[in-house]
């Protein structure tokens, strides 16, 4: 079966050009062009990535993937005319995967999306690998086999992406790893400057497992080598 993708932009030349490209590729597309149609189409079950871009009409792509982040956890891919470090924080800040500044070449989109779908479907195939004990560090439990992550017992909420930065660091407790690392196992691809993409998955990660997102006690930055997962007697 096909993999079906969301692609929505407001320039229909744009869509069309992507459609065709995932098309070759053997995607599935459905096509939307404001962020309030990628509402209502991205609840089709089938739906397996979205490809959105900022500016639209209606409902901006920022705002659409706030919200449909409240409401599924896919793979999503910003699209945007804007190349600034900061536009690219705010785009992974709000819930996105990744970020891709136009223009972009056919073969690097095509890459980005296969990688995102790789990912999120073998986190999604939890019979797919042994199960494994829980690790427990202080509020903290990590189940392996399930991909389950719980704080002070309740199961946190967790995107793909940061599923895996997680899984890294709490079946290495204590080990530091540079940020060029963790993307290279992450996103499974080398990265010109991936710190920024990096500490903005960290930050997120920390809002829903620390009580003081602040002052970190558990995913700790260790300045000019990297992160870790501060391991709890």
């Not at 639209?56 to 804007?82: E, F, Q």
Request: glycine share 6%.
């Amino acid at each position: 079966m096909h993999e079906t993708i969301l692609v929505v932009d407001d320039d229909r030349e744009i869509v069309g050009a992507i459609a065709i490209l995932l098309e070759k590729e053997g995607y599935r597309v459905i096509r939307a062009y404001n962020g309030m149609e990628a509402l209502d189409r991205v609840m089709d079950p089938a739906v397996q990535l979205l490809l959105i871009d900022v500016m639209m009409p209606r409902l901006d792509g920022l705002s659409a993937v706030m919200r449909i982040r409240d409401r599924r956890n896919l793979p999503i891919i910003v699209l945007s005319a804007r190349s600034e470090e900061t536009d690219k924080i705010l785009g992974l800040s709000v819930g996105a995967d990744d970020y891709v500044t136009k223009p972009f070449s056919p073969q690097e989109l095509a890459a980005r999306v296969r990688s995102q779908l790789r990912r999120y479907t073998r986190l999604g195939d939890v019979h797919g690998e042994a199960r494994q004990d829980e690790i427990v560090n202080g509020r903290l439990v990590y189940r392996p086999g399930d991909l389950v992550l719980a704080a002070d017992g309740e199961p946190v909420r967790l995107t793909a992406t940061e599923t895996r930065i997680v899984d890294l660091l709490m079946r290495n407790l204590g080990r530091i790893f540079p940020a060029e690392e963790i993307y290279r196992r992450v996103w499974e691809g080398e990265c010109y400057a991936p710190e920024n993409t990096v500490m903005v998955h960290i930050r997120r990660i920390r809002e829903k497992i620390e009580l003081n997102p602040r002052q970190p006690e558990y995913l700790k930055v260790v300045w000019g080598i990297g992160y870790k997962m501060e391991k709890k007697t």
